[in-house]
């Protein structure tokens, strides 16, 4: 069955360390890829996804992911992490399942900055 | 200000008794989605529905059901037969199937016990 891993359930960095989050999938045929956060008090929110093109994608507030077809992953990436940058991270592969595509979510990241 | 409401926040009933969560969406989207989440999970599908008076089933239907008489109202029922239903459940919509951004509510905690 398809299946999303996010390997880390916790990360704590200090503020300006560099951010990598680990996404990796199984399902071979196409994929849609998303990365998710939600914000302490606040909705999850779309950060960045991939559907076809450049595999380096940008999102919002500097994040970036970068798809590796042959590795199945799509690993969340910042180079000098914020205090704000605290927050839960999800990521979801549209994949097929029976006749119909659904997203299948990873289990999440608690991202922890220290100030 | 355009977005998607569920209520209560919190929810307490007692097992054996059916429970609806409401999930109102003022964005005009054709789609909804209702999601649980359980601590150390991903967000698992429950149902959902790109049309009005038509939904699938997801991932975890059993114990569920769901109506959408109206484009802006996904409400989701917890039946009794629902083996687990403490949990935290997150309705969403998008303007069409999976392929798009899902716009998320605040959610409810609903506790059986």
Avoid at chain 1, 4 to 21: K, P
Avoid at chain 2, 76 to 101: D, H, I, M, R, W
Wanted: charged share 20%.
């Amino acid at each position: 069955a398809q299946s999303v891993s996010q390997h880390n359930h916790h990360v704590i960095l200090s503020e300006a360390a560099s951010l990598e989050l680990g996404c990796n999938y199984s399902y071979g045929g196409t994929v849609n890829l998303f990365w998710y956060v939600q914000y302490p008090g606040q909705h999850l929110q779309l950060l960045l996804k991939y559907f076809s093109g450049d595999p380096l994608v940008k999102g919002i507030k500097g994040f970036e992911a970068e798809f590796i077809k042959s590795k199945f992953s799509f690993n969340l990436r910042k180079p000098s992490v914020q205090w704000s940058d605290t927050a839960e991270y999800f990521c979801a592969v549209n994949a097929r399942r029976d006749s119909n595509y659904q997203l299948i979510w990873g289990a999440g990241t608690k991202l922890i900055i220290k100030p | 200000d355009g977005g998607i409401t569920q209520s209560p926040k919190y929810l307490f009933r007692k097992e054996g008794q059916n429970v609806t969560l409401s999930c109102e969406q003022n964005l005009n989207h054709d789609a909804m989605y209702w999601y649980r989440q359980d601590p150390g999970q991903g967000l698992r599908l429950i149902y959902y529905s790109q049309i009005v008076n038509d939904f699938q089933k997801g991932d975890i239907a059993e114990g569920y059901s769901v109506s959408r008489e109206k484009k802006e109202s996904f409400p989701l029922t917890v039946t009794s037969a629902q083996k687990n239903p403490t949990a935290f459940y997150l309705c969403a919509s998008s303007t069409g199937g999976f392929l798009y951004e899902q716009y998320f509510g605040p959610g409810t905690r609903l506790t059986v016990t």
